[in-house]
């Protein structure tokens, strides 16, 4: 079965840190950028981050850049995100999504258009709170 599954989403307190894992299943990541998005009750997707699928170049909007890692395992198959120094306002589902291209649309950034990707996972709960 071709599916994306992400992990590791959690209850965690302002300040603490947590790593997301998104992995695939019936097809290699190695030909596909894969971004992570999130979203908030009431609010848009959002791009969090994308890494490329030749030379690994990463990026990400200036509300996680120097708190999030993107990076990826070619052997287990798997992308991660390392989310640190976590705030309130970084509460929201997070999900994967993969396109067989160098780069994510637009970098990942930005609100997606679902439809330009070919892979999306379900998604996982990340909510910070005291």
């Known amino acids: 079965q071709v599916q994306l599954v992400e992990s590791g989403g959690a209850l965690v307190q302002p300040g603490g840190s947590l790593r997301l894992s998104c992995v695939a299943s019936?097809?290699?990541?190695?030909?596909?950028?894969v971004g992570w998005f999130r979203q908030a009750p009431g609010k848009e997707r959002e791009g969090v981050s994308c890494?490329?699928?030749?030379?690994?170049?990463?990026y990400y909007p200036d509300s996680v850049n120097g708190r999030f890692t993107i990076s990826r395992d070619r052997a287990k198959n798997t992308v991660y995100l390392q989310m640190d120094s976590l705030k309130p306002e970084d509460t929201a589902v997070y999900y994967c999504?993969?396109?067989?291209?160098?780069?994510?649309?637009?970098?990942?950034?930005?609100?997606?258009?679902?439809?330009?990707?070919?892979?999306w996972g379900p998604g996982t709960q990340v909510t910070v709170s005291s």
């Open positions: 890494i490329s699928s030749r030379d690994g170049s990463t």
């Open positions: 999504a993969a396109v067989m291209l160098d780069a994510c649309p637009d970098y990942g950034l930005g609100s997606p258009v679902l439809s330009e990707y070919d892979y």
């Open positions: 019936g097809f290699t990541l190695d030909y596909y950028a």
